[in-house]
């Protein structure tokens, strides 16, 4: 989205460039991203407002919340640590691990339809598998919710990503509510319940969109915590000043039950992060993620996918985005979010209401979610158990077909089941 000229006359052609890490705009671009702007108020809600296909991800946030989850081995890692210390400080490391995985341009996700889907599965090195399972619940507010599992280790991940865009005279700002919710289903607390760490999420700046360097920047406060081990740490995200300090650097204290700091973290998320011991002063690395290995999510083939799975809906939109070819990247897209309004204009002529396929609404008002994956899956299953129900959802593996029962809304799926029971 930066307002500049292409620096090369001459580009590449695509067979040599990572189209996502392309941050350039032409003049028609520019044109284009200027007549938005000026129609641009601060503090206005940018989630209505229809964005040039030029800053856009071949991917839509569905996928792009996987990029949290490309670091299994040290999920892996928490789970089998000794105690909740080391326990809790696998976690945080897990959850930092991710962030650098984005294209280096300024680039924003696609904004998901409602009902859009997006499944997918990793191999993972130690011979289990995990599967990954979202959905578009909401349109206006945006909201996406999603589940994670690996069965054979006993891992398993609920959450939700709710962006609020805002514009904020030379910089945009996505603030992202949510919740990510991790539970080790074989290691319970004191009541027996499954240990459980509630994580939220920094938010996202795109800076200089009007003048200056165009780079997104990583802000405020990322708190996670361990409620039946009292652990938590609050990690500032913190922005570049206008005159000092430096840009992607974290600080953040971690503190026990009796709010005693034990280690304090610092450093830079897209780089390296040091722990220091505070009873001992001792300092080393916590985590380096030039030294890491991500391992992107497996999808099943798009001759097998469903016409609204995020890969297939928005193909001819990434397939030309990926060519450059904004004309129709943009035809593209609008015959999409058309289609979308069209079928929000017949449910309201029609007084029906959207109901999602893949999740149900939260069952108790101390459930942390709204939405859960409709699906039960005991905590006490064994694996094997856990891995058939979790398949049984919706196609994730290659050669699975859909079945008539996945039109059936989540929540009188759940009823038919109760009754065949």
Excluded at 179 to 195: A, H, R, W, Y
Excluded at 250 to 279: F, P, Q, R
Excluded at 282 to 307: A, C, I, N, R
Excluded at 358 to 375: I, T, V
Aim: net charge neutral.
């Amino acid at each position: 989205m930066a307002i500049h000229k292409s620096k090369s006359k001459t580009a590449p052609s695509n067979a040599e460039v990572n189209t996502e890490d392309i941050d350039e705009v032409d003049e028609q671009g520019q044109s284009i991203l200027m007549g938005i702007i000026t129609q641009l108020r601060p503090g206005c809600d940018l989630s209505r407002i229809t964005l040039p296909t030029f800053i856009l991800e071949r991917k839509s946030m569905l996928e792009r919340i996987t990029n949290q989850l490309q670091q299994p081995d040290f999920l892996l890692e928490a789970h089998a640590a000794g105690t909740p210390l080391e326990r809790f400080l696998a976690v945080v490391k897990f959850y930092l691990s991710g962030w650098h995985i984005a294209p280096k341009a300024v680039k924003k996700p696609l904004n998901p339809v409602l009902g859009e889907f997006f499944t997918c599965y990793w191999d993972l090195p130690n011979g289990q598998q995990a599967y990954y399972i979202s959905e578009q619940t909401s349109h206006h507010p945006p909201k996406s919710s999603y589940f994670y599992m690996i069965p054979d280790s006993h891992i398993r991940i609920d959450g939700s990503v709710l962006p609020r865009s805002r514009f904020l005279g030379n910089s945009t700002a996505a603030m992202m509510d949510g919740l990510t919710v991790i539970q080790f289903l074989d290691i319970k607390d004191s009541n027996g319940k499954p240990e459980k760490y509630t994580l939220t999420q920094p938010n996202m700046y795109a800076r200089g969109i009007l003048f200056g360097k165009m780079r997104i920047e990583m802000g405020d406060h990322m708190v996670i915590k361990c409620p039946s081990t009292g652990y938590s740490i609050d990690i500032e995200f913190k922005t570049k000043g206008f005159i000092s300090g430096t840009y992607d650097a974290i600080e953040g204290t971690l503190k026990d039950a009796k709010s005693k700091s034990l280690y304090e973290i610092t450093g830079k998320w897209n780089d390296v992060m040091n722990i220091k011991d505070l009873s001992t002063g001792k300092k080393s690395v916590f985590l380096d993620v030039k030294k890491t290995s991500p391992q992107p999510p497996k999808v099943h083939p798009m001759e097998e996918q469903g016409d609204f799975e995020s890969r297939k809906l928005w193909i001819h939109v990434t397939d030309a985005l990926g060519h450059r070819d904004h004309t129709v990247a943009t035809e593209e897209k609008f015959k999409i979010e058309d289609a979308q309004r069209e079928a929000a204009k017949k449910r309201a002529e029609e007084n029906v209401e959207f109901h999602p396929k893949l999740f149900r609404p939260r069952e108790s008002q101390d459930d942390e979610l709204e939405w859960y994956l409709y699906k039960h899956i005991p905590n006490d299953a064994p694996p094997i158990e856990q891995a058939k129900l979790i398949l049984e959802s919706v196609p994730i593996l290659p050669g699975q077909r859909f079945t008539p029962e996945f039109e059936i809304p989540a929540f009188e799926k759940m009823s038919i089941g109760s009754k065949k029971k």
